[in-house]
């Protein structure tokens, strides 16, 4: 029996697909958005329904067993209620003002290569080191680990706050039910299917292996060898990233037209792995499902938000402000949603160490610049 017993247990065991074609399940993922002691003690006071239970997790099974009776008229309670604390909670950020806070960054770098695990990089890089000298790690303060931090923290706080201004633009919508408290792998509901949105860019392996179904050599070493011809110098020593960095900008700074060229092919290469990507964007998703991390693996229903800056794409990280690009495309999305079957989003993809093969509801929403 699909009680509340069978639906908490798939959504721990994050085995979320029954829940798309579902309305009790649907109606479960509801009633755990509002599972806040402030939020359930005025929903029920609202539509004057009389809980026994005192405890969270009881109140939970009690509200559930309630609400199962009428399946149809629970929803639109639930829908109007949530609906109208997401307003209160959309009103209160001054969007204006976030979006001027967030052009104050200049520079998105995370300092250190700790696939954002500050903890373990400084941990590895500072403390279990073979010279335990009080007085070097005292001089690295100054010179890179408040540097580091410092970019951390500034790198966190523009993804974060950023990522706000991004969901207050879905949730603005009225084919978008928001999640009021949060919940683990779904941000909100479109048209009744609940999605956890990821905001990205086209990611640079993606790039990569598309170069090379194509038979394009590597960038960095395509850049190599051109440098080599055209005597361009550089530090051999650095990391590929920034080889990378030295030679193009050294090679913007000659502006010959074999530097111009250069660059060129490159960019237009990157623009055509683009277009062809947009036109199959159910591959895109599903690479991503399948080379996520696997400490933060999920096999959710995703919303992909994917930011292109067409003229340079380490600087994409700017569209996630840029809500003069970002409301237009996103709202003329929600507003084609209704068209869009079911079909049209079912991905199943496989991941390296798990036994069986999953199936999701996935889209891509370019944004591009």
């Keep these: 029996m699909k009680n509340f017993k069978y639906w908490d247990d798939l959504h721990k065991n994050e085995n979320l697909e029954e829940f798309n074609n579902d309305r009790i399940g649907l109606l479960w993922l509801k009633i755990k958005s509002i599972i806040r002691k402030e ?39 639930l829908d109007a209620y949530i609906t109208m604390i997401s307003n209160q909670q959309i009103a209160s950020v001054n969007i204006q003002q976030l979006v001027s806070e967030l052009y104050k960054l200049k520079n998105f770098e995370w300092g250190g290569d700790y696939q954002n695990s500050l ?55 009225n084919a978008v039910l928001p999640t009021v408290g949060q919940i683990k792998s779904v941000d909100f509901f479109i048209d009744d299917i609940p999605f956890d949105l990821k905001v990205t860019y ?61 660059l060129q092919t490159l960019k237009s290469e990157k623009i055509e792995i683009l277009k062809e990507t947009q036109k199959n964007s159910k591959h895109l998703a599903k690479w991503l499902y399948e080379n996520q991390g ?42 084609n949603f209704k068209n869009k079957q079911i079909t049209d989003l079912q991905v199943n993809f496989e991941f390296k160490g798990k036994p069986h093969t999953f199936s999701a509801l996935a889209d891509v929403i370019f944004v591009i610049k």
């Design 39 to 77: 939020l359930i003690e005025d929903f029920v006071l609202r539509n004057k329904i009389s809980l026994k239970e005192t405890a969270l997790k009881q109140q939970f099974v009690e509200l559930f067993v309630l609400l199962s009776q009428n399946i149809d008229e629970s929803h639109k309670l």
């Design 294 to 335: 696997e400490m933060r693996f999920g096999s959710e229903n995703r919303l992909f938000l994917v930011l292109v800056d067409i003229d340079d794409f380490n600087n994409s990280w700017k569209l996630k402000r840029n809500i003069d690009l970002l409301k237009p495309t996103i709202v003329s999305y929600l507003d």
């Design 119 to 173: 903890a373990k990089f400084l941990v590895s890089r500072y403390v279990k080191v073979q010279n335990p000298s009080f007085d070097y790690l005292m001089s690295k303060f100054e010179t890179e680990i408040n540097p580091t931090v410092q970019g951390y923290v500034l790198n966190s706080w523009y993804n974060y706050w950023s990522s706000v201004l991004i969901e207050n633009i879905f949730k603005s919508h």
């Design 202 to 262: 086209l990611p640079a392996e993606y790039i990569k292996q598309k170069r090379k179904e194509k038979g394009y050599p590597v960038e960095l070493t395509f850049l190599k060898q051109k440098a080599k011809e055209i005597n361009i110098a550089y530090d051999r020593n650095a990391k590929p990233a920034d080889i990378f960095y030295e030679i193009t900008e050294k090679m913007k700074d000659r502006s010959d037209d074999v530097c111009k060229q250069t």
